[in-house]
């Protein structure tokens, strides 16, 4: 992949400070420091502290977050995995404190779109949907965009971003309302189909509810099959599908700060995770998931965003898309860019983001596969290299929005994901 593009603007003070180092031990790589001893446990000690560091706030207290993590894959080994802080708080309705760890599951937020992707892919091997053709004779409906009628809506550019939707203020339909009822005049923008980009939520439920007409099975129940368990993600799945009691008792926690300054739950509160059994999913009173239509509504398991998975385990889902994993045909750019100027950091592939290295660390690093993720106090991400050797993920779990979110003008990233993924990428020279 190479995606070349004036720089947006000059990071390396930003590389700098990732680990708290110097500029002369930067420059020179972080294993000049650590040249003496054991360098492997010098530099998890030395992330650990940068984590700690983060979940402090660094010094501003509206910066603190519940908890932070990062992993750091090598040629699909964990080379290191660290956390700070917790995955739950403690409540007075007594629940205790739960400490974060690389093995928690939480809900991963836009990261989940990688799982979704490689389902769609998996079902099309399959030959049972074709990712290229309209997407109309899957759904049951016509889809298909008012002021191009005679352009067709595929599922590649509804999982790239290209097929001319956006989303509505709401894009989940709660059971046993069907998906239809979301696509309305509204929800299209002016381009004609395949020619401009806008981030989507909604095409992912679509896609969803296509590839449950196509196969007569539940998309989290198809996810699991086809992609989390041949990937030894067993214990992930959308909504906690499939996810195991054990790790349903260690569910993480999102946050999001009152204006008072406390921490409130977002999703997966203390003691709103069922034990075991189904899905979690929003329906109407009296509803039984018995009940659900395959094919009637693939949002009602968060294809979007709702896998529940741990800190590894994303690493593990985004090293699917190197060269020779199971995600590789996904990695070609599919449409426009996001923006005019044609961003590295916005090209897309059928699923993940191809982001390019001038685009995050200022040319110190390899082009990475993967996603970002962002929702309800989870910001993070997870990528690869796309020769597979080296993968990272990281991610914070509460947010106090009277801090603000700057973000990056060329990646869209939160100063939490861009000191995460130059702290990650950091490290990865450091190793050597």
């Not at 005049?185 to 004609?192: G, I, K, L, N, S």
């Not at 239509?293 to 800190?311: K, V």
């Not at 685009?359 to 991400?381: K, M, S, T, V, Y």
């Not at 690869?384 to 990272?392: E, F, H, L, W």
Request: aromatic share 6%; net charge negative; with cysteine.
């Amino acid at each position: 992949m190479s995606l070349a593009r004036p720089r947006a603007l000059d990071r390396r003070a930003l590389l700098q400070g990732a680990l708290g180092l110097g500029s002369t031990v930067m420059l020179t790589g972080l294993p000049v420091r650590l040249a003496a001893g054991r360098p492997l446990d010098a530099i998890r000690s030395q992330v650990a502290e940068r984590l700690a560091q983060l979940v402090a706030g660094d010094g501003e207290p509206l910066r603190a977050v519940p908890g932070a993590a990062l992993a750091i894959l090598r040629d699909g080994d964990v080379i290191l995995a660290e956390t700070a802080g917790e995955a739950r708080l403690a409540t007075h309705a007594g629940h205790a404190a739960l400490p974060l760890t690389p093995t928690t599951a939480l809900r991963v937020a836009s990261i989940s779109k990688l799982a979704t992707a490689l389902t769609a892919m998996r079902v099309a091997e399959q030959g049972l949907i074709d990712l290229d053709a309209d997407l109309s004779g899957w759904l049951g409906f016509e889809l298909r965009h008012p002021a191009w009628p005679g352009t067709p809506i595929t599922a590649r550019q509804l999982l790239a971003h290209s097929s001319s939707l956006r989303d509505p203020p709401v894009y989940w339909m709660p059971a046993p309302g069907e998906i239809a009822g979301l696509v309305t005049p509204e929800v299209f923008t002016p381009a004609r189909p395949g020619t401009a980009f806008e981030y989507c939520n909604l095409g992912y439920g679509l896609v969803a509810t296509a590839l449950e007409v196509a196969t007569g099975s539940r998309f989290d129940l198809l996810a699991h099959e086809l992609v989390l368990r041949p990937l030894g993600l067993g214990d992930c799945g959308f909504n906690w599908s499939g996810v195991p009691e054990a790790r349903r008792a260690g569910a993480g926690t999102l946050y999001r700060r009152d204006e008072d300054g406390r921490w409130q739950a977002q999703v997966d509160a203390p003691g709103a995770v069922p034990a075991a059994g189904a899905p979690v999913f929003l329906a109407e009173p009296g509803f039984e998931l018995a009940a659900y239509r395959p094919g009637s509504n693939g949002t009602l398991f968060s294809p979007q965003g709702g896998l529940r998975a741990g800190l590894i385990d994303i690493a593990r889902l985004a090293r699917a898309f190197a060269r020779g994993g199971p995600g590789e045909a996904l990695t070609d750019p599919v449409g426009p860019s996001r923006l005019a100027g044609a961003s590295s950091a916005d090209i897309w592939g059928t699923g993940p983001q191809l982001l390019a290295a001038d685009a995050h660390a200022d040319g110190h690093g390899p082009d990475l596969i993967g996603h970002a993720g962002q929702a309800l106090g989870f910001f993070g991400g997870a990528w690869t290299t796309a020769d597979g050797r080296d993968t990272v993920a990281y991610f914070v779990t509460g947010h106090d929005p009277r801090a603000g979110l700057e973000r990056d003008p060329a990646t869209g990233f939160t100063s939490w994901e861009s000191v995460l993924l130059s702290v990650a990428m950091a490290t990865v020279r450091a190793l050597g």
